[in-house]
Each structure stands twice: as structure tokens, then as C-alpha cells.
């Protein structure tokens, strides 16, 4: 009872939060909300009993994604300062953002959601997850593709940022 | 949940968010005594002037001043922000404490299975307070700080998290109470080089002189802070201080065997005792630290980092995670061996990097300014 209580305050204020995120004028505003919001969800996945996800929502999202959009708009001083700018292309915005939206809803409503829980919440199912991650049968070729990927993306980003 | 239950957790963690709160004032004074000794000023004025109460109430009055002066917001900053970001910066300051462990059984908020992750997600969440400090005060001197801040702290995150990857990577646990209890010897032992670097980066992280280039109120415009005042600046000195005993406490649970002591048996509240007395050794070897050594210029710091400190972590971590394997896969099993021959690996890493650094310096190459670092962040030496 006091669980779901929570769950649903929580749910609600990340929605809100979500919300917020595109209506508010100010960049900074937006960053906080964004903040907000990923914090949300992760309360919302430490009820839902798995603390790794929460943990990693928080470490990826409100301390990387956030900081970095924080940093990138202190360094593009402009646009942080800027007042609302006009949005002169509302119309073929929303027509895209309402197709994604309905694609997406498409999306969820045909996947099949399972009736009970997949598997049983283990005490240690961190160690399983660790394991999953490097075990050839397991999650091993994905794991490192998305190394060589991030290792992709530093180094673009290394030659992207030279000084020439 | 039962709600007495609940009602005791929250008292747990509200004592525990406490305790620092409480320690801080007297961590202030203490390392200010500290020092006065070390420069040679014991008493303001240098002369028998001071009448009255002992000056250890001194410190009681001056939390009472820094309270109760007023908020003041200056015309034009982003209101909302600029009140957030001090609450934000105590908040994380605090949150630490909800995973570390006081004792063997039970004294903890939480026992987290992702403890160190909570640790890393909570200091990886401290440039943000500074970030929206320099961000709604809407000054061009709040906003280089918080750039600059950010760029240092961020830089200091990785041999940071590269550090504390080792202790997880011996104990086999992400959970600051295990990690503690994986600790037949302290790990300051095997893993001398990752404590040093666990030290260096979180010294750099808090601010603390020698490494603490992010705020110089002496040295650069302040920086972020510059258009904090009364209570709010009082709240970020706060979230100063508690972060510099955090540090102190976490070094404390990963390298020195956290609550682990004598007499543990007779009297489990003891651990207690231990890990703050640790702790509070720690904490005077930064104030020592802090008080012998001078100021290092930002691009030297951060071109140090960069060259030498997070490749040292991440040879470090390569280095134990094969010796540890090499030791388990020979069947050593005594901690005694083992702990020795990481301690080897570590002690030809070190010598290793002293080495390169020796020679570094008869090359000359030490006192090159940051590639990148442009004049904003002062001028380059050649060029004085």
C-alpha cells in the first residue's frame, strides 16, 4: 500500500517533470527538470526492487547526460542566455513528433508483456549480471562492440575537438 | 513495510545525516589550530587580547552567525537556481553517508548491493550544484568558475573511479559493508598505489588547497561562488567540509579496513570509534597537506592528471586485477603471500613512475602549459 503510494507520486512527478522539461523557457529550467525527471524514474526502479538500474539511471543520466548538457550550455553561453526563440516551424514539428509518438505507443501496445515476473529477484543478482556480461554465451559480443563503439566516439570526438 | 520500522530508518538516517553536520563545526576549528601551528600564528592578534569564554566556543558562535544571516539574491540571477544550487551542494554532501557502514551488523542506513556505485553516481552529481551556482548567478566571473570547476572536477572523477575499481576488484563486491569485510588486511597494504591515487583525486575533488584549483577566492575572481553571500556561502563552505571528512571516511573504508579493530567482540559499538578515528587521522593528514604545500596552478593540475595520474590508475587496476588472478591461479591461499606480492606489483609500478618523473624533469618537460590551455587560465610561464 505505502509502496504503491509512493510508486504513483513518483510516477506522477516524473511526468510532470517530463513535461516541464519542454515548456519551460529557460535552458538552465529545462536541465533541472530533465534532472528531475531522470531522478523519477530511478525512484521509480528502486520500488520496482531492482537498485542496479536506479543506480545506473542516476550515474548515467542525471550524473553524465545532464552534467554534459549543463557543460555543453555554459560553454555555448549564447544559447543559454537567450530568451524563448520563436519556434517557426511548430507545424511540421509536431506532425513529427505526433507520428513518433504514435509509433512508439504502436510499439508497446504490440509487445507482449509478460504476466509474471521474468525471473526471481535473487540476492546477488548483481554478481549474475556481472557474469552475463562476460560469458561468451551470454552478453560477451554486445559488451565489447559497445566498447570499441564508445572507443569510436572518444576518439572522433578527440579529432572533432583539435585545434587546427 | 511496518511503519515503526519505517519510522526507525528514517531516525537512522537522520542521525546519520547529522553526524557530519555536527563534526563539522569542530573539524573547522580543529584543522584552523592545526594550521596556525604549522604557520606559526596561534591566537588572533598574536596577543593575550582575547577575553571571555574558551575560543572553542568561538566556533559555536560563528555557526550561529553564519545561520542567521540573511539570503541575498542578487538582481538579475535565476532565482530558482541560485537558491537551489547551495541546498543541492549540502544534499550530495550528506547523501554519501546513507552507505557507509558504522558497524558490523546493522549500523547503516542502507546496506546498498551497489554501494560504491551510489558513492561514484553521488560525488558524479557535485559539479552539477556547482554548475547551476555559476550558472543562475548570471555573471561572467560565476560562469568561467563554473566552467573551470567543472572541467577540474570532471578530470579528477576519472582516477577516482579507476582507484576505487581496485578495492571492488579484491573484495569481489560493489557493497561498502562487504568491501569492509573483505578486509582481513587493510588494502592500504597490497594496494599502496591505489590508496595514493584514491587520496590525490579525492583531495582534488573536495578542493582542498594543494590540488584545489577550481576555487581560489586568492588566486582567480573567486570563481563560482563569487556572488554568494551569508548563508548560502556559508552552505557551499559547508558542503566543503562535510565532503573533505567524507573523503576521509570513505579512504578510510576502502584502504584502511573501515570499521575492522580490536576488541570488536566484547563491544561491536566500538567500530564506530574506529572508523571515526580513522577517519579523523586521514582528515588531518589532508590538513597537514593542505598547510605545507602551496597551491598548484589549474593547467599544471589538470595537465598532471591527464599525463600521469589517470594512465598510473588505469596501470594500476590492469596491474592488480593480473597479479590477483596470477596469485589465486599459483593456489596460494594464505592473505599474507598475497598481500605481498601485490604490494610488489605496486612498490615496481611506483618506482616505475618515479622514475619516469625524474626524468621528466631533467628533460624539462614539466613546466609546459596544458595543450589547449589558452590565456584565459592565466598567462604561461615563458610568457611572464
Do not use: F, V
Given at each position: 500500500m505505502f509502496e504503491q503510494i509512493v510508486f504513483l507520486v513518483f510516477a506522477v512527478f516524473a511526468l510532470v517533470a517530463a513535461i516541464k522539461v519542454v515548456t519551460t523557457p529557460r535552458i538552465s529550467h529545462a536541465v533541472l527538470w530533465l534532472m528531475s525527471c531522470f531522478f523519477g524514474v530511478a525512484v521509480l526502479y528502486l520500488l520496482l526492487d531492482s537498485p542496479f538500474m536506479a543506480g545506473i539511471q542516476l550515474l548515467i543520466y542525471t550524473g553524465g547526460v545532464a552534467v554534459l548538457i549543463g557543460v555543453a550550455s555554459v560553454v555555448l553561453r549564447g544559447a543559454a542566455r537567450e530568451a524563448q526563440r520563436r519556434v517557426t516551424h511548430s507545424w511540421p514539428a509536431s506532425i513529427v513528433a505526433l507520428s513518433l509518438f504514435l509509433l512508439m505507443a504502436w510499439m508497446t501496445l504490440e509487445l507482449p508483456l509478460p504476466e509474471a515476473p521474468q525471473a526471481a529477484n535473487p540476492e546477488g543478482s548483481l554478481a549474475l549480471l556481472g557474469a552475463a556480461l562476460v560469458d561468451p554465451a551470454g552478453y560477451l559480443l554486445p559488451f565489447e562492440l559497445i566498447g570499441v563503439l564508445l572507443l569510436v566516439l572518444l576518439v572522433g570526438a578527440l579529432y572533432l575537438g583539435k585545434e587546427r | 513495510m511496518i511503519w515503526s520500522e519505517l519510522l526507525l530508518r528514517a531516525l537512522g538516517a537522520l542521525g546519520m545525516a547529522i553526524l557530519p553536520l555536527v563534526a563539522t563545526p569542530f573539524l573547522v576549528s580543529g584543522s584552523r589550530k592545526v594550521v596556525g601551528r604549522i604557520q606559526n600564528h596561534r591566537r588572533p592578534g598574536g596577543l593575550q587580547i582575547v577575553t571571555g569564554p574558551?575560543?572553542?566556543?568561538r566556533t559555536l558562535a560563528a555557526v550561529i552567525k553564519q545561520l542567521s544571516q540573511g539570503l541575498i539574491i542578487p538582481h538579475g540571477a535565476d532565482r530558482a537556481g541560485f537558491v537551489a544550487a547551495p541546498i543541492l551542494a549540502v544534499a550530495l554532501a550528506l547523501a554519501t553517508w546513507a552507505v557507509i557502514p558504522l558497524g558490523p551488523e546493522g549500523l547503516q542506513v542502507a546496506d546498498l548491493e551497489i554501494g560504491v556505485l551510489y558513492v561514484v553516481t553521488v560525488s558524479l552529481l557535485a559539479p552539477l550544484a556547482v554548475l547551476l551556482a555559476g550558472w543562475s548567478s548570471r555573471t561572467g566571473n560565476a560562469e568561467d568558475g563554473a566552467f573551470r570547476a567543472i572541467s577540474h572536477l570532471i578530470s579528477h572523477k576519472v582516477p577516482l573511479i579507476l582507484a576505487l575499481l581496485v578495492p571492488v576488484m579484491l573484495s569481489g563486491s560493489l557493497s561498502l559493508q562487504e568491501i569492509v569485510l573483505a578486509q582481513q588486511i587493510p588494502y592500504i597494504l597490497p594496494v599502496p598505489l591505489a590508496a595514493l591515487l584514491f587520496l590525490l583525486a579525492a583531495e582534488a575533488e573536495v578542493g582542498?588547497?594543494?590540488?584545489?584549483?577550481?576555487?581560489a577566492s586568492g588566486a582567480?575572481?573567486?570563481?563560482?561562488?563569487?556572488?554568494y553571500s551569508g548563508t548560502m556561502l556559508s552552505a557551499f563552505n559547508l558542503a566543503e567540509y562535510v565532503n573533505s571528512f567524507t573523503v576521509s571516511v570513505l579512504f578510510s573504508v576502502f584502504f584502511l579496513g573501515g570499521w575492522r579493530g580490536p576488541w570488536l567482540a566484547e563491544a561491536p559499538f566500538l567500530g564506530t570509534v574506529w572508523l571515526l578515528l580513522k577517519a579523523f587521522v586521514v582528515f588531518n593528514l589532508l590538513v597537514f597537506i593542505r598547510a605545507a604545500l602551496p597551491r598548484l596552478r589549474r593547467d599544471q593540475l589538470l595537465a598532471f592528471n591527464w599525463t600521469y595520474v589517470v594512465p598510473l590508475g588505469m596501470l594500476v587496476l590492469v596491474t592488480v586485477a593480473l597479479v590477483d588472478k596470477l596469485i589465486v591461479t599459483l593456489g596460494v591461499t594464505s592473505v599474507g603471500w598475497w598481500g605481498a606480492g601485490l604490494l610488489a606489483a605496486n612498490l615496481v609500478i611506483g618506482l616505475g613512475m618515479v622514475a619516469v618523473l625524474v626524468w621528466v624533469e631533467r628533460a624539462g618537460k614539466v613546466h609546459r602549459a596544458a595543450p589547449g590551455m589558452t590565456l584565459r587560465d592565466g598567462p604561461r610561464p615563458e610568457e611572464r
Open positions: - | 574558551p575560543a572553542r566556543l582542498r588547497l594543494p590540488l584545489g584549483g577550481a576555487e582567480i575572481a573567486t570563481g563560482t561562488l563569487d556572488e
